[in-house]
């Protein structure tokens, strides 16, 4: 099947065209048209391409070796491909998902010359806690902190950064609060910062339906219910988030595996239990959520993208486009994919990146 990006809504936008995804030949026709696209590796003086080849999703299975490194309150474990001294690329996934949203996406912009760097994020896979007494919190703000602590720890001065899920929004916070980290960005499904108070706030029935998982996470028969049957959750929410998505049983597992982190079922119920305000995060980033409570407009160069057939929950692109003050562009990825958007479309995807990280 093929996929057809469209551009939705677009202030001072960064392209001016439908754009077909027929392969690299036709994809770097039309970067040449955009005029935006420059060497990922320009540093080092060398030409190569920045528009990745045409891939089919599901080609990569594996990363190869994960590496870890020690990075503010975690030892991270992340996967690494591309040139060190490639422009640096950090790729952020969500909840229930892992790095493996990304296997396709990765060496797309590792051929490209990009250095591309995918962490798990707390509570996942191979990332622990360097202190059995810290907090297992997971509050927004501090998803963000982790980030920053692992690019000084890489000592990555300034990066692209692209998410979904939680790793949009801790894309969004870097580049809110820390623009000069980020150079660039590309976030699934809009702006999604959020603050307490207004997760407090009733929603019309049909969408409090779609955050049914919230509020069985606010109860103790939620928690233990997700200790029980993590993977079986998470299978229902990759099929109620993608439901044109035919994952076999094999990329699920892939993923799956990360969710038997010590720390998971902690982070996880935390980070929902706080955004509906019952539970508190730690004293010491209340000035940071004060700071995001605002609703910060974001000044960085940023693509936003949209699957047409996203089952979880997500905002109208209109509701969110005055949120962009730089460069932007919003598009809609056709072919029927949904949230885990990366993995359904690692071209589309990449794409955006390297367009992005063109600017």
Known sequence: MRLTVSKVKSIKAIDHHRRRLLGATAMSLAAAELGIIRPADA????????VPPAIKPGTNTSFGPLKQINAGALNVGYAEAGPAGGQPVILLHGWPYDIYSFADVAPLLASAGYRVIVPYLRGYGSTRFLSNESIRNGQQSVVAVDIVALMDALKIEKATLAGFDWGARTVNIIAA???????????????????????????????????????????????????????????????????KWNFDD???DRSAASFDNPDHVAIVIHNYRWRLGLVQGEPKYDDLEKRLAQGPVITVPTITLEGDANGAPHLEPGSYAKKFSGKYAHRLIEGGIGHNLPQEAPQAFAEAVADVAGV
Not at 43 to 50: G, L, V
Not at 195 to 216: D, I, R, T, V
């Open 43 to 50: 540093q080092a003086n060398e030409t190569k391409s920045t």
């Open 177 to 243: 609060l820390w623009p000069e980290r980020c150079k660039a960005m590309v976030s699934v499904s809009g702006y999604l910062i959020g603050n307490q108070e207004a997760g407090k706030m009733p929603l019309p029935p049909k969408a409090e339906l779609e955050w049914w998982y919230q509020y069985y996470f606010a109860t103790e028969r939620g928690r233990a219910g997700y200790e029980q049957y993590r993977h079986d959750f998470a299978k229902l929410i990759w099929q109620i988030a993608s439901p």
């Open 250 to 252: 094999a990329t699920f």
